[in-house]
């Protein structure tokens, strides 16, 4: 530290930083997170990446230990064309769901920047990540990374013994049914990094030597039987297997009788990689609104407490400004509502109601508002909800008002859309809800699942797609995907979209019409 640094009490003076500088601005930065807002955090693992790293980092989803595959690389190369032509800017950070927390910071960054991606990073989304009950459930920091370097050493083995041309195949099958490889409602078993070394060792061992003939045993339909069948042989043999079933690769994993056990375990690895982002995807205004609001919150104390300069708190307020800034909807840059935006200042918000509410404020929040006690208000938001139940339960007329939400109507057999509630009296629970549902994962992804395939007949694999708001698939992009169920399936696949809540059929399209 510098003389007139040490004589003013500023934890740096300029842009230049050093790891001495880092090390002594992140305990500031602990010390605020921890005593004053009551953070809990995994240990903390910062990595000092240059701008090269950081492309490679963005197109391996940010983890540090992924296996090969040619769209890792293709990202890689547009995420580059961009930043090099000045298209787009790179992100200050990335930080991953892991125990320690892993945050990467830009060599480029000023002192300033360091400052504010460590507050958001390395104590907001490292908060978060610890305790939202979502993570807790569904995720395993614990044994992500020593996971994640199995599986890219597995890929790498098989490629070695198969092949390139064997192993990609299987890939790009199992990446193009990433989004429909998720447990949505049955929470998958967990176990440690070493039982499951020790698990695949053991199975693909037993799989080696018995399940190439497992499935061919089932006994076959003669040609004297009775094709028919009736609803109780259809029910127990939806029982016997589950069915249905959301999760499409852990069934293929599980039932396709084509596979080897090396391909059986890819397609294990692809799922327990989509399980383990999943909770990201529900999560996202929470997560940046969260981290952002936790920067925001400590570089200002930071400032009252006189660590910080006024030049350096305006670089961050410049920075944290662009952040979240919410073009309107009649701007050409609007692409919908930005998740920092939206998130800090809901939080922003809860503080406010509860240090100095309105009497709407009682009306609506009854439980928090006017209880003094904001810290520990957002601290259980943050640990039980997601962007869904986050917004239904504590978006505020106040915002809805100042962020001048509208609901809009889109009726298919219309030309033209509706306002249907508008930032008033009457439109304030229409507009909520909407919004609300607009975040709902459950909603917005395609409902596909297994629901009946018959081993002792033609193996014929029919999937069903629940079809809401008359929204129905994009005809080629079905298609191709059944094409990649069809290679990992091995038999006859079918996809029917049924309109919810009654028994008509919209669509049906069948791989075994499809060219290969």
Not at 42 to 48: A, D, W
Not at 70 to 83: A, N, P, Q, R
Request: glycine share 6%; with cysteine; hydrophobic share 35%.
């Amino acid at each position: 530290m510098s003389k007139s640094a040490e004589t003013s009490g500023l934890l740096f003076h300029g842009s230049e930083w050093n790891f001495e500088t880092l090390y002594r601005t992140y305990d500031a930065i602990k010390e605020i997170a921890l005593g004053d807002l009551g953070l809990d955090i995994y240990p903390n693992q910062l990595e000092i990446i240059s701008s090269e790293q950081m492309l490679d980092a963005y197109s391996s989803n940010g983890m540090p230990l992924i296996y090969r595959h040619w769209s890792f690389g293709k990202h890689f190369v547009y995420e580059e064309h961009h930043y090099r032509k000045g298209h787009r800017g790179l992100a200050y950070e990335l930080v991953i769901n892991s125990n320690p927390c892993i945050t990467y910071l830009m060599e480029e960054n000023t002192m300033s920047m360091q400052t504010l991606v460590t507050a958001h990073a390395a104590f907001g989304h490292n908060h978060f990540f610890k305790n939202n009950y979502l993570f807790k459930q569904w995720t395993d920091a614990d044994a992500i990374l020593n996971y994640m370097e199995f599986a890219k050493g597995y890929i790498a083995r098989c490629e070695e013994k198969y092949g390139l041309a064997a192993v990609e195949p299987i890939i790009d099958a199992a990446h193009a049914l990433m989004d429909q490889a998720v447990f949505r409602y049955n929470r998958p078993p967990r176990s440690s990094p070493l039982k499951e070394r020790e698990r695949v060792r053991e199975r693909l061992e037993y799989e080696e030597r018995a399940f190439s003939d497992l499935w061919r045993t089932l006994p076959q339909r003669k040609a004297g039987d009775d094709p028919s069948e009736t609803e109780r042989d259809l029910s127990e043999r939806k029982k016997a297997l589950n069915l249905p079933e959301e999760n499409l690769l852990y069934f293929i994993e599980k039932n396709s009788i084509i596979l080897e056990p090396w391909q059986r375990e890819i397609l294990r690895i692809v799922r327990v990689i989509a399980q383990y982002f999943y909770p990201q995807r529900q999560t996202k205004v929470m997560n940046e609104g969260c981290a952002t609001f936790v920067h925001y919150t400590i570089m200002n104390m930071m400032f009252d407490r006189g660590q910080l300069s006024e030049g350096n708190l305006l670089e961050m307020l410049h920075s944290h400004s662009n952040v979240v800034f919410q073009p309107g909807f009649d701007d050409s840059r609007f692409s919908g509502l930005n998740p920092y935006a939206l998130g800090f200042a809901m939080m922003q918000d809860i503080e406010r109601i509860c240090t100095q509410p309105t009497s709407e404020d009682r009306d609506w929040f009854p439980e928090f508002a006017g209880n003094g006690d904001w810290q520990g208000t957002l601290l259980d938001a943050w640990a039980n909800h997601r962007d869904e139940s986050f917004i239904l339960q504590y978006l505020s007329p106040a915002l809805i008002r100042k962020m001048r939400l509208f609901a809009l109507e889109d009726e298919s057999k219309e030309n033209h859309y509706r306002v249907a509630s508008i930032h008033d009296e009457r439109g304030y629970e229409k507009i909520r809800s909407t919004l609300a549902r607009s975040y709902d994962i459950g909603v917005n992804q395609p409902n596909i699942q297994v629901v009946d395939v018959d081993f002792r007949g033609n193996r014929h694999l029919r999937l069903q797609h629940t079809v809401r708001d008359g929204i129905v698939l994009d005809e080629h992009t079905r298609k191709a995907t059944l094409r990649h169920v069809r290679r990992l399936w091995g038999y006859d696949v079918s996809l029917s979209g049924k309109e919810a809540g009654s028994e008509k059929i919209l669509y049906e399209t069948s791989a075994d019409r499809l060219s290969e």
